[in-house]
């Protein structure tokens, strides 16, 4: 219908803006950061030489770059990941990359490589990993006793690649005597061209920066860990410098530091410790307890001393107990540091014993009345 605007097109994102926004839009830029996360992603788990995660990664690559029209520096990004993963698989040359059974993942790693020359700012870095793919075809073949292989596989460089013919001479020496040993193959090993290849990937990214996904996941988790460890590790009172107007307020929170690294050893209090656990599927489990009425006070036994002692009674809600000195300097630390109406996370740092939010609001309203605090 003329007029008419689909839900597919447009969405509303109500947490950052009331405007409705193209769908296609916003799905190619996530998309595009994805692309890019993934290809961080790959070059991480190649470097650790982690090669389940490196091939699972980059199946999810794959999945992602499906069907979407790549830009410039995304279309790099899939050559350069699709030669990291011939790479990897250098040394199996049961993987197949290519239709031709002959054709092992270097020999693939090799075409690859020679289309990436537009990619590659440093000539003589890619001629210096040419040259380790090349001699590496065949050492791998030779490594693994399959003669006839490395002989083919010198076969198709010489017809395929602009081979030097000093290079040609020295492996065609060695596939013929058929020395795995050989000097010259140490001097340009399996490592050396993982080690070349680590150095393109890391100019590549710095000229290709995929690090936005990356970054803002990294200040996630570091905001969660500073979160979690001002929840695990005691918190003291910052001192202030003294002035002329709150010399005694200053001395009393100096005896209050002190008082804290006394007791630093005692637990926080944790929220919702004695919650007790009910049964979903039987609403009656929610219900409290009936108790029955007893004439005596409503008192909590405390510990004995000994035999004999008298029992020393704990203060219930139904009986105000007195607020001591250690518990307003508490109050007037906590207050001071989180501020004025923030009662609950007072609570949390500082031990009031069986108070609660409100009991520190109502006492802090006492101390305003009779001028002990600002």
Known sequence: MNGDVTTESLMTIPSTTDEITSFKDVDRLVKSWMIDYLFLSITHHFKERNSNEFTRTVRSFEVMIDGVELEDHQLKKKLVCGFLARIMDGKNLDVQYTNDEKVTPLMSAVTVWKAMHYVVTDSNLHRTIMRLLFVQSVAICL????????????????????????LQTNLASIVSAKNTHDAYLSSFSFP?????????????????????????????VQAKQEKDKSEVEPHEPEKAEPTDDSANQSKQEEEFVLHSKLNASRPKRRLLAKCRVTDPWKPDSAKKTSVQKSKEPNLKV????????????VYTSRT?????????????AGVKKHGEGRWSQILVDYDFGDRT???????????????VVD
Request: aromatic share 8%; glycine share 6%.
């Open 357 to 371: 939010a409100v009991m520190l609001k109502d006492r802090w309203r006492v101390l305003k009345k009779h001028h």
């Open 192 to 220: 050396c061209l993982m080690e070349q290849v680590q150095t393109f990937i890391d100019s590549f990214i710095q000229e290709n920066p995929s690090s936005f996904l990356l970054q803002a996941g990294a200040k996630v």
């Open 320 to 332: 105000k107990k007195p607020w001591d000195y250690a518990q307003d300097q508490y109050l007037m």
């Open 143 to 166: 490594e693994k006793g399959k003669h006839l292989m490395a002989k083919n596989v010198l076969q198709w460089l010489q017809k395929e690649c602009d081979l030097p013919q000093k």
């Open 302 to 313: 405390g510990r004995l001393s000994g035999k004999g002692s008298p029992k020393a009674p």
